[in-house]
């Protein structure tokens, strides 16, 4: 594989890891901070904006699974993969741990 497909992979983890608590606190009809809201990642965006946002990461990290040619048996891609989502997981932890302080 050619080195973009590896950065689709990991971009894929990325995209597909942050879909899921906007995705869910918008189905769940609760508000949570997305890059729309004011401030941008901080104050609290709709539940439709969020059901919105996690579905375009779904479509997003599809389409770069794809572009990547993601193979179960290679190990650089599977660790790539977990690699973002380990990485916006963790981000993400950080920032919205303050959501309700702020």
């Not at 770069?64 to 973002?84: H, P, Q």
């Amino acid at each position: 594989m050619t080195w973009y497909n590896y950065l689709a992979i990991f971009f894929s983890g990325v995209f597909l890891a942050n879909s899921v608590p906007h995705f869910v606190a918008g189905v769940s009809g609760n508000k949570f901070p997305t890059p729309f809201s004011k401030p941008p990642g901080r104050g609290l965006s709709s539940a439709p904006t969020n059901t919105f946002w996690g579905l375009l990461n779904m479509v997003i990290g599809y389409v770069l699974y794809r572009v990547g040619k993601m193979n179960g048996t290679d190990i650089t891609s599977l660790v790539l993969f977990f690699a973002g989502v380990a990485s916006i997981s963790i981000m993400c932890s950080y920032n919205f741990q303050k959501k309700h302080r702020e």
